[in-house]
């Protein structure tokens, strides 16, 4: 496997140990330590990025704090010509972004260029015409003497930390930062130690289109040490993270000391619902697309595929001659279908499902192993189904996060709203049928913030996105981001 890695890319890479982007300056952390970020495909060192810890979150909040006074004070059509400029540039660099995406996370290109970075763009741009948008309302009081007139506005929270997962590091580093810029906000963000770079590029083309030095800073580092040192800094007005369930607890923890608002998603454990009047070959398609898009690491991943009897084995002969013929390789390969997971960890990880539900006796259609020959340095696992699949099995239950699809079979309707429903999560679902009303009532009844009929995996910024139940609270994207990175104030005139 060789890859030609452009130039501007070498040249980014070869100056990533100076990843602390604070007050529009990069520098290395102030201990001078460094983490080493592999290539997934290869297991071989892609480059090395500063280690910040608390010292480095102190100085990115000292300058969100200053930044953020002058971003407010800056009329709401010059934020959002800045945000519009970051916006264009952002798709002008949609092939950089991507390539070091690839080479970062591991996803094939064609999914980086086309998802990542393409609904990046649109996250900015959609939020560039928010500012000019949000206003307040007239209320209509009644003041107990004379009379008043009262009006709400929306105001800033002030310093709002990121921290981000690696499975959409541009992405969901957008996603969060986007809405928070556009309310009047500063941001700190911190990136997953596994995946630093885009997050960092973005600051980058940040300053370059303009947004005050400091406005948008980066900390890169361990989540015990820089993100743990962010999370509880008494100057961050919100915290808003994408990750495991364990650490949006200790995050929401934390925020008893500084009283942070806090916005979590959480993952989930979400069904896919083949009725047997299906388009089986659409249904067939989207079952593939929810679970191995990015190597199954995907927050909303459609992990849970019920199929109707009547179609069951029809669908899962498909499903297991389709996962036969995905290619696995490095992302930069323009044949690869699928790459591999982000890391060693997440590898053992996933193994340790796979193996656990052989166990408690699914049974493994294909896959479930890793990839050898070439791809044995890397993190590869072949694209994996397991019929069979029983509601307690763990495998049916737990985030597994990787390229391994459980199929259950249901007989009815009510039967598998119900059998859809007991899970802990609430992040997603799909639903296949050509019944108008059933999609309806089933999309209704089905505890999840999003619901896929005929379609999975779609996400667009005027649509909001996060869980119900143990999948988190607070919605990204739509306008729901945006109020939740403002605090309202209502102003009182005494008419009298
Ligand atoms: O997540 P963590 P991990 C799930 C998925 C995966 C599992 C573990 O099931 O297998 O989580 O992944 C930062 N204070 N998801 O261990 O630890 C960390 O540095 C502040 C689902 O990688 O939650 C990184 O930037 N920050 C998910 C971010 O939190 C802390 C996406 C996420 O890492 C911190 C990723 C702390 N104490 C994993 N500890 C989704 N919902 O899409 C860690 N971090």
């Given at each position: 496997?060789?890859?030609?890695?452009?130039?501007?890319?070498?040249?980014?890479?070869?100056?990533?140990?100076?990843?602390?982007?604070?007050?529009?300056?990069?520098?290395?952390?102030?201990?001078?330590?460094?983490?080493?970020?592999?290539?997934?495909?290869?297991?071989?060192?892609?480059?090395?990025?500063?280690?910040?810890?608390?010292?480095?979150?102190?100085?990115?909040?000292?300058?969100?704090?200053?930044?953020?006074?002058?971003?407010?004070?800056?009329?709401?059509?010059?934020?959002?010509?800045?945000?519009?400029?970051?916006?264009?540039?952002?798709?002008?660099?949609?092939?950089?972004?991507?390539?070091?995406?690839?080479?970062?996370?591991?996803?094939?290109?064609?999914?980086?260029?086309?998802?990542?970075?393409?609904?990046?763009?649109?996250?900015?741009?959609?939020?560039?015409?928010?500012?000019?948008?949000?206003?307040?309302?007239?209320?209509?009081?009644?003041?107990?003497?004379?009379?008043?007139?009262?009006?709400?506005?929306?105001?800033?929270?002030?310093?709002?930390?990121?921290?981000?997962?690696?499975?959409?590091?541009?992405?969901?580093?957008?996603?969060?930062?986007?809405?928070?810029?556009?309310?009047?906000?500063?941001?700190?963000?911190?990136?997953?130690?596994?995946?630093?770079?885009?997050?960092?590029?973005?600051?980058?083309?940040?300053?370059?289109?303009?947004?005050?030095?400091?406005?948008?800073?980066?900390?890169?580092?361990?989540?015990?040490?820089?993100?743990?040192?962010?999370?509880?800094?008494?100057?961050?007005?919100?915290?808003?993270?994408?990750?495991?369930?364990?650490?949006?607890?200790?995050?929401?923890?934390?925020?008893?000391?500084?009283?942070?608002?806090?916005?979590?998603?959480?993952?989930?454990?979400?069904?896919?619902?083949v009725f047997?009047d299906a388009d089986l070959s659409a249904a067939v398609d989207g079952?593939?697309?929810?679970?191995?898009?990015?190597?199954?690491?995907?927050?909303?991943?459609?992990?849970?595929?019920?199929?109707?009897?009547?179609v069951?084995?029809?669908?899962?002969?498909?499903?297991?001659?389709?996962?036969?013929?995905?290619?696995?390789?490095?992302?930069?390969?323009?044949?690869?279908?699928?790459?591999?997971?982000?890391?060693?960890?997440?590898?053992?990880?996933?193994?340790?499902?796979?193996?656990?539900?052989?166990?408690?006796?699914?049974?493994?259609?294909?896959?479930?192993?890793?990839?050898?020959?070439?791809?044995?340095?890397?993190?590869?696992?072949?694209?994996?189904?397991?019929?069979?699949?029983?509601?307690?099995?763990?495998?049916?239950?737990?985030?597994?996060?990787?390229?391994?699809?459980?199929?259950?079979?249901?007989?009815?309707?009510?039967?598998?709203?119900?059998?859809?429903?007991?899970?802990?999560?609430?992040?997603?679902?799909?639903?296949w049928t050509r019944?108008?009303?059933?999609?309806?009532?089933?999309?209704?009844?089905?505890?999840?913030?999003?619901?896929?009929?005929n379609?999975?995996?779609?996400?667009?910024?005027?649509?909001?996105?996060?869980?119900?139940?143990?999948?988190?609270?607070?919605?990204?994207?739509?306008?729901?981001?945006?109020?939740?990175?403002?605090?309202?104030?209502?102003?009182?005139?005494?008419?009298?």
């Amino acid at each position: 496997m060789t890859q030609t890695v452009p130039d501007d890319v070498t040249q980014f890479l070869s100056g990533a140990s100076q990843s602390i982007l604070v007050g529009g300056q990069r520098r290395r952390a102030l201990s001078g330590r460094t983490l080493e970020t592999l290539d997934p495909a290869t297991g071989k060192v892609l480059t090395e990025i500063a280690a910040g810890a608390a010292e480095d979150v102190d100085a990115a909040v000292a300058s969100a704090v200053v930044a953020q006074q002058e971003w407010a004070a800056r009329k709401p059509s010059a934020r959002g010509r800045a945000l519009a400029d970051l916006a264009q540039l952002v798709e002008d660099h949609a092939e950089q972004l991507a390539t070091l995406e690839t080479l970062d996370n591991g996803k094939p290109l064609t999914e980086s260029l086309y998802v990542d970075s393409a609904i990046a763009t649109d996250v900015w741009r959609y939020y560039a015409g928010s500012p000019t948008r949000l206003g307040g309302d007239v209320l209509p009081v009644s003041p107990l003497v004379g009379d008043a007139f009262a009006y709400s506005r929306r105001e800033p929270l002030g310093v709002v930390a990121a921290i981000v997962p690696w499975n959409f590091p541009l992405l969901i580093s957008s996603w969060k930062i986007a809405p928070a810029l556009a309310a009047g906000n500063a941001v700190v963000v911190k990136p997953s130690e596994v995946t630093s770079l885009t997050a960092l590029r973005l600051a980058e083309l940040a300053l370059e289109a303009g947004l005050p030095p400091g406005l948008l800073n980066v900390v890169t580092g361990l989540g015990r040490e820089a993100g743990r040192a962010l999370v509880s800094h008494p100057q961050v007005d919100k915290v808003t993270f994408t990750g495991s369930t364990a650490t949006g607890r200790e995050i929401l923890r934390a925020s008893a000391t500084n009283l942070a608002k806090v916005t979590l998603e959480l993952g989930g454990k979400s069904a896919n619902i083949v009725f047997g009047d299906a388009d089986l070959s659409a249904a067939v398609d989207g079952a593939l697309a929810g679970i191995f898009l990015n190597q199954g690491q995907v927050c909303c991943a459609g992990s849970r595929l019920f199929v109707h009897r009547s179609v069951h084995d029809e669908v899962v002969a498909r499903l297991v001659e389709a996962a036969r013929g995905i290619s696995l390789g490095h992302g930069l390969d323009g044949d690869t279908d699928m790459g591999p997971l982000v890391s060693q960890v997440q590898l053992e990880r996933v193994q340790g499902f796979v193996s656990g539900a052989v166990e408690e006796g699914a049974h493994l259609a294909v896959g479930g192993v890793r990839a050898g020959g070439e791809l044995s340095d890397g993190f590869f696992l072949e694209p994996t189904v397991f019929t069979g699949v029983a509601d307690g099995m763990t495998i049916a239950q737990e985030e597994v996060f990787g390229p391994v699809l459980s199929v259950l079979v249901f007989d009815d309707e009510d039967e598998v709203v119900r059998r859809a429903n007991a899970s802990v999560y609430g992040l997603a679902a799909g639903v296949w049928t050509r019944d108008l009303a059933r999609a309806h009532r089933v999309a209704h009844r089905l505890q999840a913030g999003t619901v896929w009929v005929n379609m999975y995996n779609m996400l667009d910024p005027a649509a909001p996105f996060g869980g119900f139940k143990d999948s988190g609270y607070g919605r990204d994207l739509g306008e729901e981001a945006l109020l939740g990175n403002t605090q309202t104030k209502s102003v009182w005139v005494n008419l009298d």
